[in-house]
């Protein structure tokens, strides 16, 4: 079944800590984006990358970092300079434009 | 700037009565809209999308939502809530231009719940 595919689901971290989360497509789409969500907050975006080893900054990316090896992976570093990194973070991916995005089922990152 | 505004954050209904969730959006091109729905805890789904064409889309799960050019509004209906409805929605509308292009911007939400 093609798909997205986010791990782990649940994610705890001692504050100081980067970490690393993954996202896997196998849907053969060029573009993938990372959102950050939070109660009554909606979607905001931290990165995104059209293609393969070329990525962009959203609304939100101070503290984070990605990189885009692989055309089916986009893995986001949350890094110790992200004040507040506790959230639900959610991968999506896109064929085309004017296509819709397709997400993943997200990771709750909860930082002690 | 382009912006999503979803006035509702929280709407309860009856199971069996009817819904529509308010979208309105700013953009200065013809849009691309969406709609997804959200599960606690979990991912996404695209319940439907506006391009181009008729301006009623149909999507899955008997939504449907009317895209009205004079109001930017793209509101979602339902013509009979199930109890299995109870989710949070999202407006989104898609940038179709520049470097951002397919770049989508979300609406806060509506949070709906369902009286049996």
């Known amino acids: 079944d093609g798909g997205i595919t986010q791990s782990p689901k649940y994610l705890f971290r001692k504050e100081g800590q980067n970490v690393t989360l993954s996202c896997e497509q196998n849907?053969?789409?060029?573009?993938m984006y990372w959102y950050r969500q939070d109660p009554g907050q909606g979607l905001r975006l931290i990165y995104y990358?059209?293609?393969?080893?070329?990525?962009q900054k959203g609304d939100i990316a101070e503290g984070y970092s990605v990189s885009r090896e692989k055309k089916e992976s986009f893995p986001l570093t949350v890094t110790s300079a992200q004040k507040n990194p506790t959230a639900f973070y959610l991968c999506?991916?896109?064929?085309?434009?004017?296509?819709?995005?397709?997400f993943g089922p997200g990771t709750r990152l909860t930082v002690l | 700037a382009q912006s999503v505004t979803q006035p509702d954050i929280h709407i309860t209904v009856s199971e069996g009565a009817s819904l529509e969730l308010r979208c309105n959006y700013s953009?200065?091109?013809?849009?691309?809209l969406f709609w997804y729905v959200q599960s606690p805890g979990q991912g996404l789904q695209l319940l439907l999308k506006?391009?181009?064409?008729?301006?009623l889309v149909q999507g899955i799960k008997g939504f449907e939502a009317e895209f009205k050019r004079s109001q930017s509004s793209f509101n979602l209906r339902k013509p009979s809530v199930h109890w299995s409805d109870a989710a949070e929605y999202f407006c989104?509308?898609?940038?179709?231009?520049?470097?951002?292009?397919?770049?989508?911007?979300f609406g806060k939400g509506t949070k709906l719940s369902v009286k049996p």
């Open positions: 999506a991916s896109r064929s085309g434009t004017p296509e819709a995005q397709f």
């Open positions: 849907l053969n789409h060029d573009a």
């Open positions: 990358s059209q293609i393969v080893n070329d990525f």
């Open positions: 953009y200065g091109a013809t849009p691309y």
């Open positions: 506006y391009f181009s064409g008729d301006t």
């Open positions: 989104a509308v898609g940038r179709n231009y520049g470097g951002s292009q397919g770049n989508l911007i």
